[in-house]
T-cell receptor, first 110, second 113 residues
């Protein structure tokens, strides 16, 4: 069965430090993966998706099929990066149905 | 300029008393989704509509129903809420299927007393 695992509930770093939010998945098909972010008092919103291979707000994520991982990285954390981050897997193929991980709260200390 | 609107933001209902949560969208998207998110857990898909076509997830309890009277509105009905149904309910839309962005509403927090 499909599954998304985010092993860290909380990740606390200092401003300027590198950040890596871990995401591992289990899926028998060809994975389509996303990172969604929820800032304080805001709605859940898309941060990036692996098929776009883009960098958003300095974040990147590379799909590693061998390790079944899609870790989110940023070289230098900013205080405004503090938020809840969810990794999500499209398990519905063409129907765009998402299964989410339990999320990691990133706290960037000044 | 809210795109996905959920009303009310907070809902309190009594055990066993039917309750309806509302979602509307100004994006004219074809697909609407309902997720349930319990405390410290991942959002979990309950069902979705593609236009008027309804698709229920296999493990969604029968207690949960949905209606989509038109493109803009979608409702979540809980026929007999139990204490275990207390959660945040998220509505989302997407323009179409395929791996495109889902746009989320702010959620409705349901309390069952």
């Amino acid at each position: 069965a499909q599954r998304v695992t985010q092993p860290e509930k909380l990740l606390s770093v200092f401003k300027g430090a590198p950040v890596e939010l871990k995401c591992n998945y289990s899926y028998s098909g060809s994975p389509e993966l996303f990172w969604y972010v929820q800032y304080s008092r805001q709605r859940l919103q898309l941060l990036l998706r692996h098929i776009s291979r883009e960098s958003i707000k300095g974040f990147t994520a590379d799909l590693n099929k061998g390790e079944t991982s899609f870790h989110l990285k940023k070289p230098f954390a900013q205080e405004e990066d503090s938020a809840m981050y969810y990794c999500a897997l499209n398990y519905g193929g063409a129907t765009n149905k998402l299964i989410f991980g339990t999320g990691t709260l990133l706290a960037v200390q000044p | 300029d809210a795109m996905v609107i959920q009303n009310p933001r907070y809902q309190v209902t009594q055990f066993g008393k039917p309750v309806t949560l509302s979602c509307s969208q100004t994006l004219n998207h074809n697909v609407m989704y309902w997720y349930q998110q319990k405390s410290s857990q991942a959002p979990k898909l309950l069902f979705h509509y593609y236009d008027k076509d309804f698709n229920n997830e296999a493990d969604t309890p029968d207690n949960f129903q949905s209606r989509r009277p038109n493109t803009s509105f979608c409702f979540l009905d809980i026929r007999s809420p139990g204490l275990g149904d207390a959660a945040m309910y998220l509505c989302a839309t997407s323009r179409d299927f395929l791996p495109v962005e889902q746009y989320f509403g702010p959620g409705t927090r349901l309390t069952v007393t």
